[in-house]
């Protein structure tokens, strides 16, 4: 019904940068929020960053200031810019989103992608 989709991990050295992409797709009425959460090994999944409907972003005192999230809403997409990366930062990052199903009113549902995996190497 509806799918995210992440693309852009990979392997990269401490100090190197990476964008991550996430498109939704399928039959969305209205998306309210999109963020990125990470999962390091043997660790709980984290919050990362938040892009609200509007201009309104959110992030992780972690990566606030080397991390950057953007939205384009004509391609139902949300991007997470890293910068300065560090060993810390290797994860599988998750896209999620709240929205809107169409035909579905105003009730709003939770819906994640596969993940993608960042390794960063000191």
């Known amino acids: 019904q509806v799918q995210l989709v992440e693309s852009g991990g990979g392997l990269v050295q401490a100090g190197g940068s990476q964008r991550l992409s996430c498109a939704a797709s399928?039959?969305?009425?209205?998306?309210?929020?999109m963020n990125w959460y990470r999962q390091a090994p043997g660790k709980r999944r984290e919050w990362v960053a938040a892009?609200?409907?509007?201009?309104?972003?959110s992030y992780a005192d972690s990566v606030k200031g080397r991390f950057s999230i953007s939205r384009d809403n004509a391609k139902n997409s949300v991007y997470l810019q890293m910068n300065d990366l560090k060993p810390e930062d290797t994860a599988v990052y998750y896209c999620?989103?709240?929205?809107?199903?169409?035909?579905?009113?105003?009730?709003?549902?939770?819906?994640w992608g596969q993940g993608t995996q960042v390794t960063v190497s000191s």
């Open positions: 999620h989103s709240q929205l809107i199903v169409r035909g579905e009113g105003s009730r709003t549902r939770d819906f």
């Open positions: 399928g039959s969305i009425f209205y998306i309210n929020v």
């Open positions: 892009a609200f409907t509007g201009e309104r972003k």
